[in-house]
Structure formats: structure tokens, C-alpha cells
């Protein structure tokens, strides 16, 4: 079992983690996933088909495939699993592309929206996609003619579902008057007691659950909490239900007896005084491929000889109820109910607090409010003339306008600011499952939680940054026996960290694990056809791994080797005009740093003077101004120029060259220096004068204009003319090269 630990997390590494509380942002990926894919597949010209079109459906395929295994939503892994089989041969030249292909993933596509609205909460039936299934492995072993003709017959398999296994017979519990069976829930041990206190709120919650009672006053005995519970429902589904609040293991179950403060031969006490433990819910036993995503043991897994389970017979005491028995068929112990049930669990106490708002809403809130903020500067500047002593009521009206107006955008901005913990705090459990299943030893440790992030940026870096972690536990941290050998520590560390740096922020992923091969990656390049000269540096070398279909694993699995990720976390970060940048020492470790801009709708600036034009310089990036002469202006290699900031030296930027800025005061010469800093680096740029600090609104120029070198937005100034907003990061790059 691998170690977890989260620094600054406030909770222990043991404690159980929550994950119906990314339920949502899920569906809706999903659901956008699909979308997306079946559009793909409609434009999808079979007869020539492109690498691009087809690498795009099996991102599809491959992203929902790997949030269903993570919730442990089983039926949707499998689908997609066998989905993403054959997209993989299809996008590998493998297959050629037919007709019967598209029909059958389109299916599928309708078959996953199904499945995941029933574990939405919908009540749908559960859907029987063996036949689906069979049609899907068909194709990909290459069996056209035959998939196309007639859908091909159930064959199970070990990824097949087959029939339910056997259940062992429960000791039979004492039941009330209405049918309810009475039960001793035992809760522990526990480190913290309290954490038990969720199932009584889980009771109020869900009416047709039953009913809870504490045994114990409310306080622990042994580091153990007693319920007594009256429900219909299983032992099976409660186990499920209460996995979301404490860990499974802690759970026993016994059929109510005397004891605990209750006289013997109670109305609904057993006739025995020493009731029997429950059997433990038989484990589902690990396969060798089970292709579930990121761990062993997820729910629905099938049993690892399902012909042998078939033969068993149920007993009959306890032949499940109709209901049960449709849900067993389709798919064993998929948590539809407890995901619903957990939704209600957790949107009921939210309700009262908290109220859902559109992103939409929220946008033309932000857009709104920087229309304020616009007629407010232009307020602002034509009331300086004004006489404050004959304008007073005036003046001191528009100072409270300028007050209240960052006041309200300040509070509307915070509303998208999210904290990067909510990121963080997926990857714990997903860690721990996936360095269990490659029996590894793995510590997370987490930096920066509270640094918050734009809402649209927290749902785009989500995808990329569990590529990373995952890269990192399977490529890079070495096994336990491996690191001894090396003088390591068995235990392996990766670190999540993230940070403001100027005006970006920086996540970091790093592990001290075996770090990059040159000599590999320039093999690997070599064999795929790429150019790969020895005289290639370091960095460019670290940049091959970015390459589509790029993966140094030797054999493919469902956790790596497919080449799928690192190219999809190049791809969306530069989405986002963000950079990523590796660092790596063989034998000791790698690092990858995501840059991403704070390009928010309203931030604050500095507008410097070149010529007759403004520019915006972000407020964060900027360290100190100051007036230079020009004979500390030192020329280096004729054409660069650098200027001496106390012990350091830095370039020298010119806005009027880079700009082309026409002037027509020709005896004046720009005097005034603004250091900037930007991904680590820090440039003087020469401008004519400093205007002031203001806020500004954010506006896009290439969703308007087109895309401008050196310029990451446009804003509009309290005159109504344009000012461009430059981007530090660029002229830092600039200076640089």
C-alpha cells in the first residue's frame, strides 16, 4: 500500500476522501467529451480518414474512460476501455476505417450518455451493453464483415460482466413491523470519532434510507462508534453508501442484539445473545489486464473465474429481490444508487448555503461590471478640472463611486477565483490506487493550496496535470527494491506545488524519481523518424516526450503506452498562451513547470507614455522604475544593449522600436526605465513617462483583430481611445533570444 501524505491538506493522509463532490464537473466533461466525439464521428470521412480526426475521438474516449475508473463508475471504463481499443488501431494505421465502425461507436456514445445519466441520479433501468461490447471486440480483432452482417453473440471474457456472483448468506437480523431490518453498525476504530457523525446527517437526508440511532452517547469506546439501524436496504448498498464518509474496512455490520443498554428479549432481539460477525462482501478479485482505469478492485470489476462463480447456486435465503437482480445482471455492484444517494447527501446541505449560478451568468456579471469600470475612469478624468470647493457634493460623490466600483469588482471577481486545492485534492486517492496497482511506494506532498486560479483556467489545467502526476508514478519514480539498490529512500516523492511568480502563476509537478534519458529519448525519436541530432541541447531533447504518439514505456497498458497525454497537456496549455517547461537530472528527478498568464477580465495596470501612444503594463509584473542617463546604456555585441541595476545587468528594451512608434517631438529622448519581471527573468524597458496606476478591462484583441506579437489584450481608457496590454512574458523571451 503506498504512502500519502498532503502537506497543508488539514487532514490525514488516512482519512477518506469525498469524490462525489467532483461528480459534477465530471458529467459535464463527459457529457462535452461525447459531444464532441460524435460530432467527430458524423464529419469522419471513412474513405480517407485524418490522423488528427481520429487522435481527437480517442482523446474523447480516453478522458471519460479514466474519470469513470477514478469514481468507479465500472460500466462506463469498460465501454470506453473497448471504445478506446479500437479507436487506438484505427489512429495506429492498425485497421482501415469502415462504415460499421462509426455505427458502432455512435452506439456506444448512445449507450455512455445513458450510463451516466443513470448514475446521475436519472432512475433509468441499467443498460446491457454485452451485446455492444461484443460488436466493439469484433471490430477491433478485425472481424468486419461479420460485425457489420449481424451483431456478433455474447462471448464473456474477463472484462465481460457475467453472471452475478454468488452472495453468502447474511445471519439472518431481527426485522419491525414494517419490514425493516434492525441492525448493529459498528463504526471504526477511528482516529477521529466524529467523523462517524456524517452517517446521522446521511439519515436525515435520504428519507427512504431508515433510520439511525447512536448506542454509545455519542462517544467512542475503544476508538469504535455503535448505531443501531432500521433499513430494507442491503448490507452490499450500505457498505457502498457509507464508503463516501468513512473507510470501507471500518464498516461491520451484525443483526441487532441485547446489550448496549437494552434488556434482553427486546421487542426484534434475536433469540441468540452472542450474534454471529457478518461475512466480510466478497471481494472482487484483481485481473491481469481489467483495463478499469487508474486501480485494482473498482466497483463493478468482474470476478477473476467468472465460469466458475455461474455454477455456484444462490442460496435460497437469500435470492435477491427482482430489483436487485436486474441491477446484479447488467452490471455487478455498479454504485448507481450510492451515487445518487450521496448526491442528495451532499446537495442537501449545500442547498441553504450556497446557490448554483451558470458560468454565463457570472461572465456578463464580470462584462457588466468593467463596462462600470470603464465609465467610472471616464468620469474620473474629465472631473479633474472641476474646482473641488465649487463642486464639492460632486467631486466627493465620484470618490465614492471610485471606492464602491473596486469594492464590487474585487467582490464579482472573487466569485470565478477558486483555490488550487480544489485541484489538488483529486489526486491524493488517485495516487494511492495507481502506486498500489504498480506496487510502488509514493508520497504526495502539496505546496501553495490557497493560491487561487480563474474557475476557466481551474477546469482546463485539471486534464493536463493528471497526465503529469500519472507520468510521474509510472515513468518516473522507480520501484521500492529499485531505489534501495540506488541508496534512495523506498518511499518516493512527488511534489504538486503552485505559486504566483510577476504576473503568472506556476504549477509545478516534481518527483525524485530517474529523471529523463537523453540517450533513450534520442533513440526512441530516431526509431519513430523524427530528426534527432546528438547536437540537439538538453531542453530541446526533454521536448521530444511532447511529440504525438511520443512514450518511452516498453508495453502498453491502461495506465501508459498508448503515447496519448504529454501531447494533450502541450496542446492545452499552450490553449491557454501558457508554456511548459521540463527540467531533468538522470537518476535524480524532473520537473515540470506549467506557466499560465492571470490574464483576468479587470486587473490592475500601469500605463506608461511612448510617443503620442499608451501602453498597459500589468501591475503585477512590474518591479521599479527609475531615470536613467544615457551613458549608463552599455552596447554589447553591437547591437545589444543592457543597463546596470545595482549588482545586476539587464536588457534593454526600447517600446518605441518594437512598437514602430511614430514621433513627432524629435529632441526628446525616452529617459525613464520600468524593470519587468516575467518567468524568472527581468527586463528594463525605456519609455517616455509614467502616467499612473489604474484598473482596466481586460479586452481579447485576437477574438477582435488578430493575434499581435508582444501584446497579450487591449483595454479601453477613460477618453475612449484603445491602449494596448502588453505581454511581459513575451518581451522577457524576446530579450533572451
Not at 495506429?92 to 460499421?100: I, K, Q, T
Not at 453472471?163 to 448493529?184: C, I, Q, S
Not at 501558457?578 to 506549467?594: F, H, N, P, R, W
Not at 499560465?596 to 503594463?617: H, R
Request: net charge negative; aromatic share 4%.
Amino acid at each position: 500500500m503506498a504512502e500519502m501524505t498532503s502537506e497543508g491538506a488539514g487532514s490525514s493522509a488516512g482519512a477518506g476522501i469525498d469524490l462525489s463532490q467532483f461528480y459534477q464537473v465530471f458529467f459535464e466533461e463527459a457529457g462535452e467529451n461525447l459531444q464532441n466525439m460524435e460530432q467527430q464521428l458524423l464529419e469522419l470521412d471513412v474513405s480517407a480518414a485524418d490522423d488528427e480526426a481520429l487522435n481527437a475521438i480517442f482523446r474523447c474516449a480516453h478522458s471519460i474512460k479514466g474519470g469513470a475508473a477514478t469514481f468507479g463508475f465500472a460500466d462506463v471504463a469498460e465501454l470506453t476501455h473497448e471504445m478506446e481499443t479500437l479507436l487506438d488501431k484505427l489512429r495506429r494505421h492498425e485497421l482501415a476505417p469502415h462504415a460499421s465502425m462509426v455505427d458502432v461507436l455512435l452506439a456506444a456514445g448512445d449507450a455512455l450518455r445513458e450510463q451516466l445519466g443513470r448514475h446521475q441520479g436519472s432512475g433509468a433501468d441499467p443498460v446491457d451493453t454485452r451485446e455492444l461490447l461484443a460488436r466493439v471486440r469484433a471490430l477491433a480483432s478485425g472481424e468486419v464483415a461479420a460485425a457489420a452482417a449481424a451483431p456478433a453473440p455474447v462471448v464473456v471474457t474477463a472484462v465481460q460482466p457475467s453472471a452475478p456472483a454468488p452472495v453468502e448468506a447474511e445471519p439472518m437480523a431481527p426485522t419491525t413491523a414494517d419490514g425493516k431490518r434492525v441492525l448493529d453498525l459498528r463504526i471504526g476504530p477511528l482516529t477521529q470519532p466524529e467523523q462517524a457523525d456524517n452517517l446521522l446527517d446521511l439519515f436525515k437526508e435520504i428519507t427512504d434510507l431508515g433510520t439511525i440511532e447512536p448506542l454509545d452517547m455519542g462517544q467512542a469506546i475503544d476508538g469504535m462508534r455503535r448505531f443501531k439501524v432500521e433499513t430494507r436496504s442491503s448490507d452490499a448498498d450500505l457498505i457502498d453508501l457509507f464508503g463516501f464518509h468513512v473507510a470501507r474496512e471500518q464498516v461491520q455490520i451484525l443483526p441487532f442484539g441485547p446489550g448496549y443498554g437494552f434488556y434482553p428479549g427486546n421487542p426484534g432481539a434475536p433469540a441468540d445473545t452472542s450474534p454471529a460477525p457478518l461475512p466480510p462482501v466478497a471481494a472482487v478479485a484483481p485481473q491481469a489486464d481489467p483495463g478499469y482505469g487508474f486501480f485494482d478492485n473498482a466497483p463493478g470489476a468482474p470476478a477473476a473465474n467468472p465460469a466458475q462463480q455461474a455454477a455456484a447456486p444462490v442460496p435460497p435465503a437469500v435470492q435477491p429481490k427482482e430489483d436487485d437482480a436486474r441491477r446484479l445482471e447488467a452490471a455487478p455492484a455498479t454504485p448507481a444508487r450510492p451515487a445518487a444517494r450521496s448526491e442528495k447527501a451532499h446537495g442537501g446541505g449545500l442547498d441553504s448555503t450556497t446557490i448554483r449560478v451558470s458560468v454565463e451568468k457570472v461572465d456578463q456579471l464580470i462584462n457588466l461590471v468593467g463596462e462600470l469600470v470603464i465609465t467610472q475612469a471616464m468620469l474620473a478624468q474629465n472631473s479633474r478640472d472641476l474646482d473641488p470647493v465649487v463642486y464639492q457634493q460632486l467631486v466627493a460623490g465620484l470618490n465614492d463611486l471610485d471606492r464602491n466600483t473596486r469594492d464590487l469588482q474585487e467582490a464579482v471577481m472573487s466569485i470565478r477565483m477558486i483555490p488550487m486545492s480544489t485541484v489538488f485534492s483529486r489526486f491524493p486517492r488517485m495516487l494511492r490506487d495507481l502506486a498500489s496497482k504498480l506496487g510502488k511506494k509514493v508520497e504526495l506532498v502539496t505546496q501553495g493550496e490557497a493560491t487561487e486560479l480563474d474557475k476557466g483556467l481551474i477546469e482546463k489545467i485539471t486534464d493536463p496535470l493528471t497526465h503529469l502526476v500519472r507520468n510521474s508514478c509510472d515513468h518516473g519514480v522507480e520501484m521500492p527494491a529499485e531505489r534501495l539498490a540506488k541508496g534512495k529512500p523506498e518511499l518516493g516523492t512527488i511534489t504538486l506545488s503552485a505559486s504566483h511568480q510577476g504576473g503568472s502563476i506556476v504549477i509545478e509537478v516534481r518527483d525524485d524519481g530517474k529523471g529523463l534519458s537523453r540517450d533513450k529519448l534520442l533513440k526512441k525519436a530516431r526509431e519513430r523518424g523524427l530528426d534527432a541530432p546528438d547536437s540537439m541541447s538538453d531542453q530541446e531533447v526533454w521536448g521530444l516526450i511532447f511529440a504525438p504518439g511520443f512514450s518511452t514505456a516498453e508495453q502498453v497498458t491502461d495506465v501508459s503506452g498508448r503515447g496519448v497525454g504529454m501531447d494533450v497537456v502541450k496542446k492545452n496549455i499552450t490553449a491557454l498562451n501558457g508554456t511548459v517547461e521540463i527540467d531533468s537530472a538522470e537518476g535524480y528527478g524532473m520537473s515540470v513547470k506549467v506557466r499560465l498568464p492571470l490574464t483576468l477580465a479587470i486587473m490592475d495596470g500601469m500605463s506608461v507614455g511612448v510617443g503620442e501612444e499608451v501602453y498597459i503594463l500589468p501591475l503585477a509584473s512590474v518591479v521599479e522604475s527609475f531615470q536613467v542617463e544615457d551613458q549608463t546604456i552599455k552596447t554589447i555585441g553591437g547591437t545589444g544593449r543592457v543597463v546596470q541595476v545595482r549588482e545586476e545587468y539587464m536588457p534593454v528594451i526600447e517600446l518605441e522600436r518594437v512598437f514602430d512608434v511614430p514621433r513627432f517631438d524629435f529632441e526628446r529622448v525616452s529617459s525613464i526605465m520600468v524593470v519587468v519581471e516575467a518567468e524568472g527573468g527581468r527586463v528594463a524597458l525605456l519609455v517616455d513617462e509614467l502616467l499612473g496606476q489604474q484598473q482596466v478591462v481586460v479586452k481579447n484583441l485576437e477574438a477582435n483583430y488578430r493575434k499581435v506579437t508582444d501584446v497579450s489584450g487591449a483595454t479601453i481608457m477613460g477618453d475612449g481611445r484603445v491602449a494596448l496590454i502588453l505581454d511581459v512574458g513575451s518581451l522577457v523571451r524576446r530579450s533572451r533570444h
